[in-house]
């Protein structure tokens, strides 16, 4: 379609598979794509001029990434090897190395100009930024191609996530991020000298922006705050944006001053009514799960204080890739849920969010956990020491704890239900999986050999419903394409043939992440009533 919007949109080329990662020669004449094809992908160049595709060294593997050259002669890319790896949620700390490759834009002759070592780091990890929250789909924004022909590329070799260049024309990698935290989102400068990227580094359980030079290194963060900052930005004229948010503003876009401070850009998009001084700022803690692993944690504190112990609620977050923070997440589903919680601690609980094992920003081991998931479910460790960590508390009324989380987060809800039901007076579970096998098959990934179907099962919380006796409030969309609502009706069979107390709410015509508002407040109400009826009917005994 013309740029002046005349005439109608008509089809650039017509391709087998699924394009993405769309990215534009410096001069406007070519256009690099990927081609997803199921059991491989391809990346072609589209020539304005000759109306031509080019496929740069096509394999049955995995490309993906393409990174022009400044003179746009060629281009650089990611490329996975196929292999057979373990379905969805397993943990998988290695594999086959990947690479990067470059490629003559007019010929597609390639060759490999780095190759990660074996172990950690070999499986490929992108940068948040790089996968738009859709998993195993990465995009342009995890290879860079500097002016001194440096190519800047995400890496776990130390175990987390960071940056590294390589010189095109080969040669050892060295890193330009260094220590125990990992690159969330990364963008670049149409200089091609710096990169701006947000991370949790000498704060973990925030982010911040940093800045680090494309040649030399030496990372900077760009501005001091107490804050939230995430999803950089990098203006025409080199001036910097992000999101920011607090444990009591939400998310709101922002801009550097010449001074080094965050000006906000559009203050009047918060209103005056917004209840900042009625909001907790939450505290970062972190406690000893089952195992001894240690767990961080988001613990929120009521203003009201009283001798008299609260009711206190547990939240677990989805994914189980994310992170909660101490403030509105950048995530926006997650803003929504912290607002939720805050409204929770309004109405008298205490709330622990824990980011259990499984979750981001802790590094490879922690993100890709021994014996996670249907593996084992070893992130019940962390429930557990959660459970003690409040039962510890004096200002909880441990007989009144609740327990709550969508997506993987339901799945922390029925585990707890099911493995640890004395210590819950009540759960609220959104769209959680039940039954591991039977779920990867629904989605398209079962689980190869019966020893590890058996195990799968055995790490579900159907598989012992005969312990769960705590009430539960299920709640599910009709048309969850990412957790099938047979995961309920399979829960909802179990907890009838042992007569478990459970309501149930079937939102119809719904996705799994909710995308009308009324639908999210029939979650948080529903959820509100019912902790409010049945944590209210067990109450502390009497001194």
Wanted: glycine residues 10%; negative net charge; aromatic residues 10%.
């Amino acid at each position: 379609m013309a740029a002046s919007g005349d005439g109608d949109a008509q089809p650039l080329l017509i391709d087998q598979g699924t394009v993405d990662s769309l990215t534009w020669a410096p001069d406007g004449k070519r256009l690099a794509f990927v081609s997803h094809r199921g059991g491989h992908s391809l990346i072609g160049v589209y020539d304005f001029v000759d109306q031509t595709i080019v496929w740069l060294s096509p394999s049955l593997d995995y490309d993906s990434s393409p990174a022009f050259s400044p003179d746009g002669a060629r281009i650089a890319f990611v490329h996975v090897p196929a292999q057979k790896t373990p379905p969805a949620f397993f943990s998988q700390r290695s594999g086959r190395p990947w690479s990067i490759w470059t490629a003559d834009v007019k010929t597609g002759q390639g060759r490999r100009v780095w190759i990660a070592d074996a172990g950690p780091g070999s499986v490929f990890h992108p940068t948040r930024s790089a996968t738009n929250d859709v998993p195993d789909v990465p995009s342009a924004t995890n290879l860079f191609w500097t002016n001194h022909d440096d190519l800047v590329f995400p890496w776990e070799k130390s175990g987390w996530l960071h940056l590294y260049a390589v010189p095109v024309r080969g040669g050892g990698a060295r890193a330009l991020t260094v220590g125990k935290f990992e690159v969330t989102h990364v963008v670049f400068s149409q200089d091609r000298k710096r990169l701006v990227y947000s991370s949790s580094q000498d704060d973990t359980d925030r982010l911040h922006t940093w800045t680090v030079d494309a040649e030399h290194g030496s990372a900077v963060r760009t501005a001091q705050s107490h804050a939230i900052e995430d999803y950089p930005q990098i203006g025409a004229d080199g001036t910097l944006f992000a999101l920011q948010s607090d444990g009591n503003q939400p998310l709101q876009p922002v801009a550097l001053s010449a001074g080094g401070q965050w000006r906000r850009l559009a203050p009047e998009a918060i209103p005056s009514s917004f209840p900042s001084s009625k909001l907790v700022m939450p505290q970062a803690v972190t406690f000893t799960a089952k195992d001894g692993q240690e767990t961080h944690a988001q613990l929120f504190l009521p203003h009201e204080t009283n001798s008299k112990p609260h009711p206190a609620i547990l939240f677990f977050h989805g994914g189980p890739q994310r992170q909660m923070f101490l403030g509105f997440n950048t995530n926006r589903s997650y803003s929504w849920i912290y607002a939720f919680n805050q409204y929770l601690v309004a109405e008298g609980y205490i709330v622990l969010s824990v980011n259990y094992r499984g979750s981001t920003g802790y590094g490879l081991d922690y993100r890709e956990a021994d014996n996670l998931g249907p593996g084992g479910s070893s992130e019940l460790n962390d429930l557990v020491g959660a459970i003690t960590y409040l039962r510890g508390r004096q200002d909880v009324d441990s007989h009144r704890l609740g327990i709550w989380g969508p997506s993987y987060g339901g799945l922390m809800t029925a585990l707890g239900l099911a493995r640890a039901s004395d210590a819950f007076a009540a759960g609220v579970d959104y769209a959680g999986i039940h039954n591991w096998s039977t779920f990867l098959s629904s989605v398209g990934d079962p689980i190869d050999g019966r020893d590890a179907n058996r195990q799968a099962v055995e790490s579900s919380p159907i598989a012992t419903i005969d312990q769960w006796h705590s009430p539960v409030l299920l709640v599910q969309a009709d048309n969850d394409g990412v957790v099938p609502s047979q995961q309920a009706a399979e829960l909802i069979e179990g907890l009838r043939s042992h007569n478990i107390e459970h309501d149930v709410i079937m939102i119809p015509n719904e996705i799994h992440d909710l995308a009308r508002y009324s639908s999210w407040m029939m979650l948080f109400n529903a959820a509100d009533v019912y902790f409010g009826r049945q944590l209210n009917k067990r109450s502390a005994p009497s001194p």
